[in-house]
């Protein structure tokens, strides 16, 4: 397509001619000004589509930046809960050998801290 126009071989120019618009000196130089215009059109239209381009870079390397970090956190947070569960393992066999061993005594003392633990959440959330 602007083969043509550059080469001078165009619709527009052998339409120009049949119109008798003058010799090849004055087609000529109208073609190369109308494929000057059309190159730094093109050019403006290149340099938009990488700056579009240089943008889209930007963004896509600031999102594997934030998944990454967001990928790190949840790793640091998945170790966090295996750790408290298992304390919670930890403590609830502990639990058991003192429910076996001890008796009524220290059933009293776990029922009275389960029920102190469930006022003081209570208070805290209202």
Known sequence: MYGNLESGRGGSGSGNRGRGLGG??????????NASIMEQQNNDRIS????????LKGLTIDIGN?????????????DGFTNVGDMLTVSLARMGIMLERGGAKHMCYLVAFVVFVMVFLYWLVR
């Open 24 to 33: 090849g000196g004055g087609l000529s130089s109208s073609h190369e000004a």
């Open 48 to 55: 938009e589509l990488s700056e579009q381009v240089a943008r």
């Open 66 to 78: 934030e998944v990454r970090e967001q990928n790190s956190l949840l790793d640091n947070m998945g």
